[in-house]
């Protein structure tokens, strides 16, 4: 029996007796394992050599693949660092840059003095717009590298690119800030100086700026400014006058129209013009009954209705149109409810209009809604099936609105123009948001919806319904929002709003003109200048200047 202690001597002992046959073992080993090695790192470069003709070849896929093979055999060996940055360069040439980044990594991290590993991770990063990872990695370049003239010039690159990023992030926080304190004021202070006072700071920030998306938000902010100064104001300013004009605008939309009078009174306009023109609208007040405007009301004024809600349904920023057709057979209507009694007001209300159209029976109704802050307008468009997509532009025979609410927002610009006009419209009409007001209006003419001037109490929205008749369109079977789409037939189960908009009234709902229900045909305010120059003045007769070149302000 041996102790503890005496195991420890005698194992000591024989390791000292035998220590050469130890050394003698460990060197044999040694040779074997290093003769190994070489052997495998021969292996390894070879598949590098390739894979660096590959890269002179331009074949980057196939470079990529023989230094993976060269990793495979020597993941950690005494190259391996360059296998990495090698496949980092073949990785960046495929545009991979973010795999690119994972090899140079790996490759400084096997050798952390190794600089082109750093010079190879500050170009990936740097092609990522990673600028701050970009900078750190071309400063550890030039520790280990110094003499790399690239990193120098990309370092210089990076904190500049890193400058214009900070500096669009401070622009775009402040335009954000601004277009939020518009179109939603808190309180009147928010609208009168915050707005002015933050689009301003927003110029200031990016108006020295070169990057495309810094000159995008200068336009903004110049735009929006411009509209805001010019409805504010009775008159416009030198300042208006000279930022029209570094926007490169010739044209714009008039005083008359962006600076509308504050009153939906029709018999309080401005003083009518006497020379005679043929309106493209007509304009109905107390046009539903009044059962028929709750349920379309109640459908569709909350700003929590589930019609919002399932569409998911935004104006900054800007939802995807949609909308939904259904057929104008007599059965179809008489199931849709409040809403196929509204269709039927508005074909009556149409006729009018149809009188002068060939072939003008309409067969189809399309119908979307919007919910708009006061502030918030609509660009000047033409109605058109899909929005015009697909180059053949289709426009309905007639289109109409309804408001639901009152006194909110910029009222609604009708013109004279048509697609094709060889100059921009000379007449124009505005109808001012008024509850239970319809406009009918011929589907193929210029129109848009004007911002609304000054503050109103907060939560209040516009809200309108919008009918197209149309002799043909194409119904997009989707299933996700977009536009045409079939209302959901008797065979689905049907979504709330659905059911809300198309809930059935009493027998006075059945729009017939009688039962107390009069509707009173009105007026449009006429404008006669709808477009004028940058300065102000009228435009002259036979100018169409380009969509962008003209001034909408929305």
Request: hydrophobic share 30%; net charge neutral; aromatic share 10%.
């Amino acid at each position: 029996i041996i102790s503890t202690s005496q195991k420890s001597s005698l194992l000591f002992y024989r390791a000292e007796k035998v220590n050469g046959l130890f050394e003698t073992l460990d060197n044999g080993e040694q040779k074997q394992k290093k003769s190994k090695t070489d052997d495998t790192t021969s292996k390894a470069d070879d598949f590098k050599t390739k894979g660096n003709q590959y890269m002179v070849q331009k074949q980057y896929q196939n470079a990529v693949q023989c230094y993976t093979s060269a990793l495979d055999l020597s993941p950690t060996g005494i190259n391996s660092h360059i296998y990495h940055l090698n496949r980092s360069a073949a990785h960046c040439a495929l545009g991979l840059h973010q795999e690119a980044v994972i090899d140079a990594q790996k490759s400084s991290e096997l050798r952390p003095d190794y600089g082109k590993a750093y010079v190879r991770l500050g170009y990936s990063m740097f092609q990522l717009c990673n600028y701050e990872g970009a900078i750190k990695a071309y400063q550890a370049a030039l520790v280990y590298y110094p003499e790399s003239i690239a990193s120098r010039n990309y370092l210089k690159k990076a904190k500049c690119k890193l400058d214009s990023v900070r500096q669009l992030q401070e622009g775009q926080e402040l335009y954000d800030s601004a277009k939020q304190h518009w179109l939603y004021p808190q309180t009147k202070s928010d609208y009168e100086t915050k707005v002015e006072q933050k689009l301003r700071n927003c110029l200031n920030v990016v108006n020295d700026a070169t990057e495309e998306k810094s000159i995008t938000l200068h336009k903004q902010a110049r735009d929006a400014l411009i509209l805001f100064c010019i409805q504010k104001s009775n008159h416009d300013s030198k300042e208006v006058i000279c930022l029209l004009r570094e926007g490169g605008y010739k044209a714009r939309l008039s005083q008359d129209v962006l600076r509308y009078q504050l009153t939906t009174n029709s018999n309080t306009h401005r003083e009518q013009p006497s020379t005679p023109v043929t309106c493209p609208c007509r304009v109905y007040d107390d046009a539903l009954p009044i059962s028929d405007l709750h349920v379309l009301s109640y459908a569709l004024c909350p700003k929590d209705a589930s019609y919002w809600v399932d569409h998911q349904y935004s104006v900054y920023p800007p939802t995807p149109y949609f909308s939904y057709v259904f057929d104008l057979k007599p059965e179809t209507l008489e199931n849709l409810g409040a809403l196929g009694n509204h269709v039927r007001t508005i074909q009556r209300f149409s006729k009018e209009l149809l009188e002068d159209k060939d072939d003008s029976i309409p067969h189809y109704a399309e119908v979307w809604a919007h919910h708009r802050p006061h502030c918030s307008g609509h660009q000047l468009h033409f109605d058109s099936d899909n929005e015009g997509c697909g180059g053949d532009v289709k426009h309905p025979t007639i289109s109409s609105i309804l408001y639901l609410t009152d006194d909110c927002g910029g009222p609604s610009l009708l013109t004279d123009q048509i697609l094709g006009d060889d100059e921009l419209a000379r007449n124009g009409w505005l109808t001012h948001s008024q509850k239970n007001r319809i406009v009918v209006f011929d589907g193929s003419v210029l129109h848009g919806v004007i911002p609304g001037r000054g503050y109103v109490e907060k939560g209040r929205n516009r809200v309108t319904l919008m009918v197209a008749l149309w002799n043909d369109i194409r119904i997009r079977d989707c299933e996700n929002p977009c536009a045409a789409r079939p209302l959901p037939n008797s065979g689905e189960e049907k979504p709330v709003w659905y059911n809300e908009m198309t809930r059935e009234g009493t027998n006075e709902n059945k729009n017939t003109g009688g039962n107390g229900y009069f509707p009173e045909k009105m007026q449009p305010e006429r404008i006669e200048c709808v477009f004028g120059t940058s300065d102000g003045k009228q435009i002259k007769k036979g100018q169409m200047p380009h969509y962008d070149k003209v001034f909408q302000g929305f």
